[in-house]
């Protein structure tokens, strides 16, 4: 779908339909009798077919971090999805703060979100019917809205992106499909950068927990490094963050409204590691029928890394920006890891396994060491479907934030919200950390029949990144929301890419 800013001489007469987002009576003036009628107020959307015109309700746009233009725009594509429509009239709704270039953002991400399919494996394919989104802004306003429009869809591609590959199927999608894609998206940006290693590497660099968890997998697991270095240019300049809300984003103590690094220093590193199971079986501590089912998406979180890496490199961020994804199969058979196994991870510290579905955090604690130890970032953020425990607590939509430092957790959810996506923080605190002391080892995987699972599970990772790290480190939970089995927000059942634009809205709007 292509959004594009209409020039001064387009109007409704040159689309194939109208949609008309009113929450003002100048809006709905013209039709106001037939809206009446129609009950428009407690409907949210009244089509009009004989006039070509469809009406979206709309209260200030920029109401709860765009949300409100966001789900508007959602509710359109779903009202014109079995329209035989090519193209469409939008004027942008003018919103209370004044800031349409973030409308303009908001508005773009709700359409192509919402209109994204995933038919690859379908013999009859639905495409969307709406090729291309003609928008007029509000006067004068025209440079604001087109970067807005422009900003939101390469965010909203990137996430189509990331769902595309978690919705991929398992015996399609391995560890080295996910390094085939890795490879092409370098190739795709000057930018960016692909690094793949195999088995021989990981025992090279002892990271003897990733290779546990892989030991009875046919596929060979992959360590993918992506690296966005952004050009010269782009690194010394500032205020490119205006269509994610900086505006009124209020934390910072820097009055230069820099996003990036100042004119002569280095740039900031953020380093994004993901989980990528292609399969989580649960290993021989095997999952249930139920639990199995859906555990494709065990690889969202290396997705969403692709993803961030490719939004990057569209936006020309001015940071650098590492990916580290840790890709491999949980399964069972002769060789596979199991209870009571004593892994020496690549931290040095050891393992006592006592529970094989408690599988990404040995991925991820090799994967956090190697992370630091090599690219020395100034800021490290996991992203994984870490545990069932974390979407109990929080539900299916909201991300968990955890860590060590709790104003660092509590300073991503602020900004990373700003994206529209739902964060809470998850403190830890000492009672949950003795937890995994083990008898026979340094730690042990998991505490069984212990409350707090997502906490125990951030608490074993914190404990593989060098010190020096973990005030610098946030880990994110995705599990609830990265996949669903129906359709909410932006998102329809399947996988959601959730995670992507909190972390980019957070890199966009943080001013250190
Ligand atoms: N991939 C799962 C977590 C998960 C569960 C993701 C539900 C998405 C939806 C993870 O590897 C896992 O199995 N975690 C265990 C940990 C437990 C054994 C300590 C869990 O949550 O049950
Ligand atoms: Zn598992
Ligand atoms: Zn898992």
Redesign the pocket.
Known sequence: MKINLAGKTVSADNADYEVVFCGSDAACREDAEALALAGFGRADVVDMPERRRLYVKIDDPSKDNYNEMRFAAAKAVKALADHNVKSVFVRLPQPACGCVEQTGCAFAEGLILSAYRFDKYKSEKSPYPVEEVLVAAPDGQEDAVAKGLSDGSVLADAVNYTRDITNEPPQVYTPESMASDAGKLAESYSTVTCEVFGPEYLKSENMNAFLAVNQSSPHEPRLIHLAYVPKAASADKSGTSGAFGASDASNSTDASGSAGAQAGSAPRKYAFVGKG?TY?S?GLTLKSRTGMSD?K??KAGAATVMGIIKAAAELELPFEIHGVLGCTENMIGADAYKPDDVIVSRAGVTIEVN?T????RLVLADCLSWACDKIAPDEIIDLA?????C?NALGAYTTGVLGCDFDRMMGFKRLAEKSGELYSVLESNKYIARLINSKVADVKN?APGKPG?AQIAAVFLSKFLPEKYRDKWIHLDI?GPAFGSEEWGCNHAGATGEGLRGCMYYMMLKKE
């Open positions: 199971l989580d649960g555990m998406s065990d529970n579905d408690a599988e990404g479907t870490l545990t069932g425990a979407v998991s699972g599990a």
